[in-house]
């Protein structure tokens, strides 16, 4: 299925710069076991954003929307 998955963040520090806020949005085909893993893997680390994404280094608040621009 399709899906928009929508990242926000507020109160970010990249490569030693504060940024009120962020938001990447983007369209990706996966599976509904797919969308389980990513939101449980969200949910579930507390780095998860700091860890994948070069010259993050802080993140005061984030949210993940994921979508679904298809029917099942």
Not at 11 to 33: A, H, K, Y
């Amino acid at each position: 299925m399709k899906v928009k998955f929508t990242l926000t963040m507020d109160d970010v520090t990249v490569e030693g710069r504060q940024i009120d806020t962020i938001i990447l949005d983007w369209t990706s085909e996966v599976d509904s076991n797919e969308v389980l893993a990513i939101s449980q893997r969200w949910i579930t680390s507390q780095n998860f954003l700091t860890q994948r994404m070069n010259g993050l280094s802080r993140v005061g608040e984030s949210s993940l929307t994921i979508e679904p621009l298809e029917d099942f």
